[in-house]
């Protein structure tokens, strides 16, 4: 009898244990499904405003202002190989690129200095990030173009042996980087707002070494690892996924950063804006077409993140 009783106990227990694991489940799929409905209606909201918006702008500029608008230079100059706007456009994502990838690059280095034992390291690593975070990047950007590229980058000659290159070494050139006359200028702005975001992404990959659980350290310890195997092979993956999502954040300020190296004359977007506006007095529809282009480069960039950490995430999963 005894036997029976405990026997239908467990049975009770079992199936209390399942059907609370299914309501746990479909309180997640709920969850999930409000999560959604609730993002369509945001986005549909956000699209009803900026299209009421532009609608009350348009409006505005042709009833109130009377102003007659002529978009044939932006056209002409964004969908044509050698328009201006499409230069700069491309110059853009080629800056936001290349400094990215020495931001990262600097940004993993002193992130993970700041959390090593040594004290010379630490220090350096913070002293670099105090210092550079606390000058504004037009500062900074004046100070790298007159003293250090002149000092350091015009004795290298890099632009005097980009003009005697071939055209096949000037064409590869001026598809990666920039026009030879102003390599020296567009690598200038290249390694200072590379400098400039490595401080913010320092913080980033400190941030994201440090929510990495205790054991992964500990497990790496137990399979003989050294540190910095354990560093390179366990923690940081797990720390750059973790901090996925504030490193594209950073790479999209990236893009917008790069509109400040305008004042050293690198043909940007906003350069190349500031331009055209200049030689067509067509402001309105030069600096909306300006707005939609630099709207696309982030809007891209966001939607590209979050399929990565939306993979990522699955992967990991499994």
């Not at 990030?129 to 007159?146: A, E, G, K, T």
Request: proline content about 3%; hydrophobic content about 50%; aromatic content about 12%.
């Amino acid at each position: 009898m005894a036997c029976r009783k405990e026997s239908l106990l467990v049975r009770i227990q079992g199936l209390a244990v399942s059907v609370g694991m299914k309501v746990s489940a479909t309180r997640h799929q709920l969850f999930h499904a409000k999560t959604k409905r609730l993002r369509i209606t945001v986005d549909i909201v956000s699209a009803v405003i900026i299209i009421l918006f532009v609608a009350l702008f348009l409006f505005r500029s042709s009833q109130v202002m009377h102003y007659r608008w002529n978009w044939k230079p932006v056209v002409a100059s964004f969908f044509n190989p050698r328009g201006i706007l499409l230069k700069g456009f491309l110059t853009t994502i080629r800056l936001s690129i290349w400094s990215s990838i020495i931001a990262f690059f600097i940004g993993t280095v002193v992130g993970v200095g700041r959390l090593v034992r040594n004290r010379f390291f630490r220090m350096l690593s913070g002293l670099y990030v105090s210092l550079i975070r606390n000058l504004p990047p037009l500062v900074l950007v004046f100070i790298f173009y007159f003293f250090f590229s002149s000092q350091l980058l015009d004795p290298l000659g890099i632009d005097q042996a980009a003009r005697n290159a071939s055209p096949l070494v000037q064409r590869i050139l001026a598809l990666f980087l920039s026009e030879p006359a102003r390599l020296t200028a567009f690598l200038s702005a290249v390694i200072t707002l590379g400098i400039y975001e490595g401080s913010y992404i320092a913080e980033i990959i400190q941030s994201g070494i440090r929510s990495v659980d205790k054991g992964q350290w500990e497990a790496g310890y137990s399979l003989g690892l050294s540190s910095f195997d354990r560093t390179r092979l366990i923690i940081l993956p797990q720390a750059a996924r973790n901090a996925l999502p504030a490193l594209t954040g950073q790479f999209i300020s990236t893009m917008k950063d790069s509109s400040i190296v305008s004042v050293i004359s690198i043909a940007e977007l906003t350069f190349q804006g500031m331009e055209l506006t200049a030689s067509t007095y067509r402001t309105l529809e030069i600096w909306s077409a300006v707005t939609l282009l630099y709207f696309l480069l982030t809007f891209t960039a966001s939607i590209l993140s979050s399929r990565i950490e939306s993979g990522l995430r699955k992967r990991f999963a499994d």
